[in-house]
């Protein structure tokens, strides 16, 4: 089965601090992932792929095949880091599976 | 360049009654998917569409639907709405057949009372 999990529905952290939002994903081929994001009162946006190895507003991830996970971090949060973030599969056929989000509050 | 466009923004319905929502994707993009999204439930698949021909399908019942167009614009149509339905609907589209990467709309509200 493709899926994709995100074990937190909810993360707070200071401004300043270290974040990571967690994603583990399912899939028996080899995974393309994805970090799309949602600001308040803006649209599902992309935020990095897994491909490209990018650094995007401060945030990396990398994938481990062996944990089967692709977590997003940042080492110093800032408050307008807060929104919702989805992690997201490109399975077969080209068909996308997305997480359930996590939502990051970061407080000043 | 104009981005995803979704109408109607909001849409109230009551139980029983069929709804259509469309979606403009970005000029020159060919390739439309439609997403429900619920709190807690995140983004769930619905169907996917590429030249007018639906490419992938999610696991909803059949009352939903849709197609597209060959100027690519696509419509979702959902008979005998049920309470459950109340969701935002997103449409994305992409490029190519490759999808890679989304651009979504603003989604519409649909309410069933």
């Known amino acids: 089965a493709q899926r994709v999990t995100q074990p937190e529905k909810l993360l707070s952290v200071f401004k300043g601090a270290p974040v990571e939002l967690k994603c583990n994903y399912s899939?028996?081929?080899?995974?393309?992932l994805f970090w799309y994001v949602q600001y308040s009162r803006q649209r599902l946006q992309l935020l990095l792929r897994?491909?490209s190895r990018e650094s995007i507003k401060g945030f990396t991830a990398d994938l481990n095949k062996g944990e089967t996970s692709f977590h997003l971090k940042k080492p110093f949060a800032q408050e307008e880091d807060s929104a919702m973030y989805y992690c997201?599969?490109?399975?077969?056929?080209?068909?996308?599976?997305f997480g359930s989000g996590t939502k990051l509050n970061v407080k000043p | 360049k104009a981005g995803v466009t979704q109408t109607p923004r909001y849409l109230i319905k009551t139980r029983g009654q069929q709804v259509t929502l469309s979606c403009s994707p970005i000029?020159?993009?060919?390739?439309v998917s439609w997403y429900q999204q619920t709190p807690g439930q995140g983004l769930q698949f619905l169907f996917e569409?590429?030249?007018?021909?639906?490419?992938n399908k999610g696991n909803f019942p059949g009352r939903f639907s849709g197609r597209q167009f060959s100027n690519s614009r696509s419509e979702m149509n959902v008979s005998t709405l049920e309470l459950g339905d109340s969701a935002l609907y997103l449409c994305?589209?992409?490029?190519?057949?490759?999808?890679?990467?989304?651009?979504f709309g603003s989604g519409t509200q649909l309410s069933v009372l």
């Open positions: 994305a589209s992409s490029l190519g057949a490759s999808n890679e990467k989304l651009f």
């Open positions: 899939y028996s081929g080899s995974p393309e």
């Open positions: 897994h491909i």
């Open positions: 997201a599969l490109r399975g077969d056929f080209n068909k996308f599976y």
């Open positions: 000029s020159g993009h060919r390739s």
């Open positions: 569409y590429f030249s007018e021909t639906q490419r």
